[in-house]
């Protein structure tokens, strides 16, 4: 019906194509199923929750303000792998819920992980 209406980009391509694109991303390949009455594509993707990444990169910060509590965001960031925008942001979350807090002045002062 839609290769008459001339809906249709390229007659018979669309499975391989999307099967070979979500392949090339890593996901597992699609379920299609036809049925009397239509058709059904399920897709499967993984999930990585932002909590577990966040979480590990917390646990990561407090371990290296352990051993150098007067290392800066910057150099925490290169360390762990993220920027220090995103240090700053857990820093801020360490803080809030208890497990850190800064002693003294911005440029002389320290962290303590509590």
Request: charged share 30%; aromatic share 8%.
């Amino acid at each position: 019906m839609f290769k008459e209406a001339g809906l249709v980009e390229r007659y018979g391509s669309g499975i391989k194509r999307i099967s070979r694109a979500l392949k090339s991303e890593g996901f597992p390949l699609p379920i299609f199923e036809n049925f009397q009455s239509g058709f059904r594509v399920t897709v499967f993707v993984k999930r990585k929750t932002l909590e577990t990444g966040s979480e590990k990169d917390s646990e990561k910060i407090l371990e290296i303000i352990k051993k150098n509590p007067a290392i800066t965001a910057k150099e925490l960031g290169n360390i762990i792998g993220i920027s220090s925008r995103a240090v700053e942001k857990q820093i801020a979350r360490l803080k809030k819920s208890g497990h850190l807090r800064r002693t003294g002045g911005r440029k002389t002062g320290h962290w303590e992980v509590l």
